[in-house]
C-alpha cells in the first residue's frame, strides 16, 4: 500500500509522501514565530531561494529570519524531480532573437555560474545529496533527429556548452533501456541530486552561519512602509528589507509577482526497487516532449518518473495511475512493477519561462518563477538577490532586464488561456 504521508520523528506535520520525504534522514525542526521581532532582512519561504539568500545575507552579518509556511523544502524545493539542467529554459539562440547576442551570452555565463556555485555549496557544507553527473535528452521524432545533431554541435561549437554530444538511436537505446526515441543528446554538466537533503543542507548551512528559521509561520499580509511588517499566526517580523522566495507558493502576497509567476503542478512515482539497472550511466533523462517526461534512477535502483500537469490547485484523485501511464509509454515492461510512492507539487513559471528577478518595492526583492530549472537557477538566484541588497548589483541587473510581462487576463482569465495553451501543445506532443 502505498504511504499517505511521511511523518518525521519528532512527529511534525507531514512533507509530501515522497521517497525523497522517506529517504532524507533526520529532519531537524524550527519552532514557530511566537511574538514581535525585528530583524534587518525577512525572508518568505525556506526553500532554495530563501535559505540560499539567508545564507549569503548571515555569513555577511546581517540579522536574518526566515518564514516557512509548512517545512524546510516542503514546496518545490523538496519534491522536484532532481534534475539539473544547464543554462535556460529557453536555449540561446531564442534569448539572442528576442534579447540580443551580448544579453543571452551574459544570461548563459550566468547560468554557468550558477552551475559552480551550486557545486561549490555543496562541496562546501559538506552536503551528501547523491549528486550525480550526466543528463540525456531524448528525441522523441523521428522529423526532429537531423535538427538535433545540428543543435548539438551549434551549441557546443557556438555558445561553448558541453560538449554536447549527439547519441544515434542504438546508443540511446543502450543508455536509456528503451528503443522510443529516435536519438539523444548527452550534456555532460547536466545531473540530479536528491532534491530534499539538498533543501536540508542549505538550510543547515544557513543557520550555522547565524539565519533564524522559523517553521508553520506563514506569512499572512505584509504591510509596507520605511520597514517591512510581515504577520503571522503566531507573530510578526518588523525588518529592513524583504526577500520574497515563495516561489509558486507565494498565494497572493505580492500581487505584481502573482501576475508574472502562475503555479503549475508536476507529479512524479518513484517504483519499487528494480532488479536491474535501467540506466547504465545513472544519468538523468528527460525528452523533447513540450509537458516534458523526466526520469532517473534513484541509488536502490528505482526508477523516479515524473509526467503529467495539472492547471488547477486540484490534484488528480490518483497521483501513482495519473503518472503510470505515462512511464510506461516509455517502459511498457514496467507495467507490473508496484509503484511505492507518488506525489504532486507546485512550480512556477513566467510567460517567456525565463527566471522572474525584480526589486518591486525599494525594499522588497523578488525570485521566482524559474519554469523547471529551479535546482540549479534557484540557489544562485538567492545569492544574487543577497548580493543586490548587499550593493552588488551587476548580476541582479542582468536578471532584472529580462522581460517578463504579465499573464494574459489577470490572475482569473490566464487559467483557462494557459490551459488551452497547454492542451495544444500536448496534443502537438503526441502528433
Not at 528503451?178 to 533543501?199: E, I, N, R
Request: proline fraction near 7%; include cysteine.
Amino acid at each position: 500500500m502505498m504511504p499517505t504521508a511521511f511523518m518525521p520523528p519528532e512527529g511534525r506535520a507531514p512533507h509530501a509522501a515522497s521517497w525523497y520525504a522517506a529517504s532524507a534522514g533526520y529532519m531537524p525542526g524550527h519552532p514557530p514565530l511566537k511574538g514581535a521581532r525585528s530583524a534587518d532582512v525577512c525572508v518568505i519561504g525556506a526553500g532554495y531561494t530563501g535559505l540560499s539568500a539567508a545564507l549569503t545575507l548571515a555569513r555577511a552579518g546581517y540579522d536574518v529570519v526566515v518564514l516557512e509556511a509548512n517545512k524546510v523544502g516542503w514546496g518545490a524545493s523538496g519534491r522536484n524531480g532532481g534534475q539539473i539542467h544547464t543554462g535556460h529554459r529557453r536555449d540561446p539562440d531564442w534569448m539572442a532573437a528576442r534579447l540580443g547576442e551580448p544579453a543571452a551570452r551574459r544570461l548563459m555565463a550566468l547560468a554557468d555560474e550558477a552551475w559552480h556555485f551550486q557545486r561549490a555549496l555543496i562541496r562546501d557544507h559538506g552536503m551528501a545529496v547523491d549528486l550525480a553527473d550526466g543528463l540525456i535528452h531524448g528525441i522523441h521524432k523521428p522529423r526532429w533527429v537531423d535538427e538535433a545533431r545540428r543543435e548539438a554541435d551549434h551549441l557546443t561549437k557556438h555558445w561553448g556548452l558541453g560538449p554536447i554530444r549527439f547519441l544515434d538511436k542504438a546508443e540511446t537505446a543502450q543508455r536509456l533501456g528503451t528503443d522510443v526515441y529516435h536519438a539523444a543528446t548527452l550534456d555532460p554538466k547536466g545531473g540530479h541530486l536528491h532534491p530534499l537533503k539538498f533543501a536540508l543542507g542549505l538550510a543547515k548551512a544557513a543557520r550555522e552561519a547565524g539565519a533564524i528559521i522559523h517553521e508553520d509561520s506563514r506569512a499572512l499580509s505584509i504591510r509596507h512602509g520605511a520597514k517591512v511588517t510581515v504577520t503571522t499566526p503566531g507573530g510578526t517580523v518588523t525588518a529592513d528589507t524583504l526577500v520574497l522566495a515563495g516561489n509558486g507558493y507565494l498565494g497572493g502576497l505580492d500581487p505584481e509577482t502573482d501576475a508574472r509567476v502562475m503555479p503549475l503542478n508536476n507529479f512524479i512515482l518513484t517504483t519499487a526497487p528494480l532488479e536491474a539497472d535501467l540506466i547504465p550511466g545513472n544519468e538523468a533523462a528527460s525528452d523533447t516532449r513540450f509537458v516534458v517526461y523526466y526520469w532517473r534512477q534513484t541509488p536502490d535502483r528505482r526508477l523516479l518518473f515524473g509526467g503529467g500537469e495539472t492547471f488547477t490547485p486540484k490534484f488528480p484523485k490518483d497521483v501513482a495511475k495519473f503518472v503510470t501511464r505515462h512511464m510506461t509509454a516509455i517502459y511498457p515492461r514496467l507495467k507490473t512493477v508496484p509503484v511505492d510512492y507518488a506525489w504532486g507539487g507546485t512550480l512556477g513559471i513566467t510567460v517567456n519561462r525565463l527566471p522572474y528577478v525584480r526589486r518591486p518595492k525599494p525594499n522588497v526583492w523578488v525570485a521566482a518563477g524559474y519554469s523547471g530549472q529551479g535546482v540549479m537557477l534557484a540557489p544562485f538566484a538567492g545569492h544574487v538577490l543577497a548580493e543586490a541588497i548587499r550593493g552588488v548589483t551587476e548580476r541582479f541587473d542582468a536578471f532584472a532586464d529580462i522581460p517578463c510581462p504579465p499573464f494574459p487576463g489577470g490572475t482569473l482569465m490566464r487559467w483557462p488561456t494557459l490551459v488551452a495553451a497547454m492542451s495544444w501543445f500536448a496534443l502537438r506532443d503526441r502528433i
